[in-house]
C-alpha cells in the first residue's frame, strides 16, 4: 500500500485550478495516517478554501490545535473574511509576526478587510502603496487598479472623496480595456453623479464581459447581471426610465448569483415600478426578497437606501404609528448633532409620519413641537425651513436655522456644514443681506480651510467668489488664501487659478505669473463681444423675493374688482316669443282678472275705487264752531228699518 503523504507530495506537484477535490482527498487520507502531520492539515485547509468552504476550514484549523492555527494566520482570516466576520479576521490578522504583516500577501487581504468593514481611506492607503512597488506577479497590477476603482467609487459614495490627489481622480480611456476596471469607473462616476459618462462605461463593460474568451457562458451571465443592474439604475437616474424598465423585466433576479445584488437589483424594481402599485403587496414582496444571511451584508450607505424605502412603503400604507416609533428610536440611538445623510432622512421620515404625510400649517406646527424635542435633528430642521419657504415665510425660516447654528456653535463641524452653509446662504439672499451672506461663508472658509475634503471644495469656491467682490482688503486677502489652498490641491482647477489671479494681481502680482499660461487671454474672451449692445441691452436684475405681508394694503394699492354679473332669472312659465302680461308687476288684487272668492269678497270688490260703485259723502258743521266733519250720505233706496218679525 502506497504512503499517503508521498502520494499528496505527488499529487501536488502535478495539480492544477481544478484538482482541489483530489487534493482534499489526499489531505485527509495522510492526516488519517499522521494526525500531526502540519502539511497536510494545512494543505486540507487551502483545499477547503479554494472550494469556498470557509466554515469548513475554520473548524479544521480549529481542529489542529495551535501548531496549527499559527502556521495558518493567513488562511484563518481569509475564511473570517468571507464568512462576513470582520472584526475577527482583522484580530486575526494583527497578531501576526511584523515579518508576515509586512508581506504583500497580508497587505491585499488587510486591504480587502478594511474595503468590507468600510474603512475606506485605509484600503486606498495600502493599495496605493502596493501599487507603488509592484512585485512582478501575472495579473496583480490589473487587480490593484481594479480594487482601487473601487475604493475610489466608494470614497466619492460616503461623501470622503479621495484621500490624495492624482491623474486617475477622473476615469480615462485607460479603464476601457477589462470589463471590470470599466464597470469600477462606472460606479465612480456614478458617485460623483457622471451618469451619462457612467451609462458609456458600462456599456463598454457589457461588450468586453460578452466578448471575453477567458469566461465560460455561466461565468460570463454572473459578470454581466450586476452590470445590466447598474446600468438600469444609471438609466433611470437619467430620466430614461422606459429604457430602465425594459432592461430590468429582462433580468432574472433569481440568477443573480450574488445575494446583495439580487437584494439591490429588487428594490430597484420596485423603485422604478416595474412591479405593481399597490403598497401592502409590495411591501410584502419587498420583505421576502432583501432578506439576507449573516454572511452575506450590504454597504452601509446601501442599507441606509434600502431601509428609507422600506420606511416610504410604510407610509403608503398609512403605518404611521409604527415607523413614528422605528424612525424616532434610530434617531436617538445614534450621535447628535451630526450631519450623517442616513439620519438627516430618518428625521424627515419621522416628520412624515407625525404629520401623516400633510404639509398645511397644522403639519408645521407639530413639527415644531417635535423639534423642541429633538433641537439637533437635522432632518426636522430642514423639513420645517421647507414649511416655511412654501408658504412664503422665509423670515421665520431663518429664525429658525440662525437659533439652531447658534446651538450647535460648539461643533464646528456641523456648524459650517455645507448644506447648512447653502441654506443659510439661500435664505440670506432672498431678503438682499448681502453683508451676512460674506460673513458667513468667510467663517465656514476660515473653518475648512484647515480640513480640505472633496465635499467642501464647491463652498471654499462660493466664499472666495463672494468675497472677491468685497472691497474690505481683508476679505479679498482671506479669498486669495482660500484659492491658494484650492490651487494647490488641484492645478487643474481653473476657477481656484482664475480667482487666485483676481485675488493677488493688484498686491502680490509675482504669485500670479504661475498661472497665468493655464487661463484664457481677456482678448479671446472678448473677442466678437459689442460693448454698445450690451449698453443698449441693459443690466439684468435678478427677482427678489417678497414675502406675504399680513397687513392691509393701501387703498392706491387696492385692485379694482369686477362685480360679477348675475344670471338672468327667468319665471317659471317663461315661454320664448309669447308676450309677457302687462300687468306682471301689479299685485294680484288690483289685475282685471282678479276675481274674488265668496260673498264678502265679491261685496269688498265693489267697494273698492277701481270699477266699484262711489259713496257719497256730506260735510256737517258742529255746534258751537268746534268745526265739521265728513259723513257718508244714506242711500235712498234703503226703505228704512225693517221690522222684526212677531212672534206666531
Not at 11 to 19: A, H, M
Not at 80 to 95: I, Q, R
Not at 252 to 277: D, H, L, W
Amino acid at each position: 500500500m502506497s504512503d499517503p503523504t508521498a502520494t499528496l507530495t505527488s499529487l501536488l506537484r502535478v495539480s492544477n485550478i481544478q484538482d482541489h477535490d483530489e487534493i482534499l482527498k489526499a489531505a485527509n487520507a495522510a492526516i488519517r495516517a499522521s494526525k500531526g502531520d502540519l502539511n497536510a492539515q494545512r494543505t486540507r485547509v487551502v483545499a477547503l478554501l479554494k472550494l469556498d468552504r470557509f466554515h469548513d476550514a475554520l473548524r479544521a484549523i480549529a481542529e489542529g490545535g495551535d501548531g496549527l492555527e499559527k502556521e495558518c494566520l493567513l488562511e484563518k482570516s481569509y475564511a473570517l473574511y468571507k464568512s462576513g466576520e470582520f472584526e475577527d479576521a482583522e484580530k486575526t490578522l494583527e497578531v501576526a509576526p511584523n515579518a508576515s504583516k509586512s508581506s504583500r500577501a497580508f497587505r491585499h487581504l488587510a486591504a480587502q478587510i478594511a474595503y468590507r468593514a468600510e474603512r475606506f481611506s485605509d484600503a486606498a492607503d495600502t493599495y496605493l502603496s502596493l501599487s507603488q512597488g509592484l512585485s512582478g506577479l501575472s495579473g496583480e497590477e490589473n487587480d490593484l487598479r481594479i480594487n482601487l476603482l473601487a475604493t475610489k467609487a466608494q470614497l466619492q459614495w460616503n461623501g470622503l472623496g479621495l484621500p490624495v490627489e492624482d491623474e486617475n481622480k477622473q476615469p480615462s480611456r485607460d479603464y476601457l480595456e477589462a470589463f471590470e476596471t470599466a464597470y469600477n469607473a462606472a460606479c465612480t462616476c456614478i458617485a460623483r453623479g457622471e451618469f451619462s459618462r457612467a451609462s458609456v462605461f458600462l456599456r463598454r463593460a457589457q461588450d468586453l464581459c460578452e466578448a471575453s474568451e477567458d469566461l465560460s457562458p455561466d461565468e460570463k451571465k454572473a459578470e454581466l447581471l450586476p452590470i445590466l443592474v447598474q446600468h438600469a439604475y444609471v438609466l433611470a437616474s437619467l430620466g430614461r426610465e422606459a429604457e430602465a424598465v425594459a432592461l430590468h423585466k429582462s433580468i432574472v433576479i433569481s440568477e443573480i448569483p450574488e445575494a446583495p445584488t439580487r437584494v439591490v437589483a429588487q428594490n430597484n424594481q420596485v423603485a422604478i415600478g416595474v412591479i405593481g402599485g399597490n403598497p401592502f403587496l409590495t411591501q410584502r414582496l419587498l420583505q421576502s426578497a432583501t432578506a439576507l444571511s449573516s454572511s452575506d451584508r450590504l454597504f452601509d450607505y446601501q442599507a441606509s437606501v434600502l431601509r428609507r424605502n422600506r420606511y416610504a412603503l410604510d407610509l403608503q400604507a398609512q403605518k404611521f404609528g409604527g415607523v413614528k416609533s422605528s424612525a424616532s428610536k434610530r434617531i436617538l440611538q445614534g450621535s447628535s448633532p451630526t450631519t450623517s445623510i442616513k439620519t438627516a432622512n430618518l428625521g424627515v421620515i419621522s416628520a412624515a409620519a407625525h404629520t401623516h404625510m400633510r404639509t398645511d400649517a397644522a403639519a408645521l406646527k407639530r413639527i415644531l413641537t417635535l423639534l423642541q424635542k429633538r433641537p439637533t435633528d437635522i432632518g426636522l430642521l430642514l423639513t420645517t425651513i421647507q414649511l416655511y419657504v412654501q408658504m412664503r415665510k422665509p423670515d421665520s425660516a431663518l429664525s429658525l436655522l440662525e437659533a439652531f447654528l447658534k446651538r450647535v456653535e460648539t461643533n464646528d463641524d456641523v456648524r459650517f456644514a455645507p448644506g447648512l452653509i447653502a441654506v443659510a446662504v439661500a435664505l440670506y439672499r432672498l431678503q438682499g443681506r448681502q453683508n451676512s451672506i460674506r460673513a458667513e461663508l468667510a467663517k465656514a472658509s476660515a473653518h475648512w480651510l484647515s480640513e480640505l475634503k472633496e465635499s467642501n471644495v464647491s463652498l471654499l469656491r462660493e466664499a472666495g467668489e463672494e468675497l472677491l467682490r468685497s472691497s474690505n482688503p481683508e476679505d479679498i486677502a482671506s479669498a486669495g488664501e482660500t484659492f491658494e489652498k484650492l490651487a494647490d490641491k488641484s492645478e487643474k482647477d481653473l476657477i481656484a487659478l482664475a480667482g487666485l489671479v483676481a485675488s493677488f494681481a493688484n498686491r502680490a502680482y509675482n504669485k500670479t505669473e504661475p498661472y497665468l499660461h493655464s487661463l484664457t487671454p481677456v482678448e479671446r474672451l472678448t473677442a466678437g463681444t459689442s460693448i454698445q449692445r450690451l449698453v443698449d441691452a441693459g443690466v439684468a436684475s435678478a427677482p427678489t423675493f417678497t414675502p406675504a405681508s399680513s397687513k392691509r394694503p393701501a387703498d392706491s394699492e387696492l385692485e379694482k374688482t369686477t362685480k360679477r354679473r348675475r344670471k338672468k332669472r327667468l319665471p317659471k312659465n317663461y315661454e320664448e316669443g309669447k308676450q309677457p302680461d302687462p300687468e306682471r308687476w301689479l299685485p294680484l288684487r288690483d289685475r282685471s282678472t282678479y276675481r274674488p272668492k265668496g260673498k264678502k269678497g265679491r261685496k269688498r270688490a265693489q267697494e273698492i275705487t277701481q270699477g266699484g260703485v262711489i259713496r257719497e259723502e256730506e260735510t256737517l258743521e258742529l255746534v258751537g264752531g268746534a268745526g265739521a266733519v265728513k259723513v257718508e250720505k244714506a242711500s235712498g233706496g234703503s226703505g228704512g228699518k225693517k221690522k222684526k218679525k212677531g212672534k206666531k
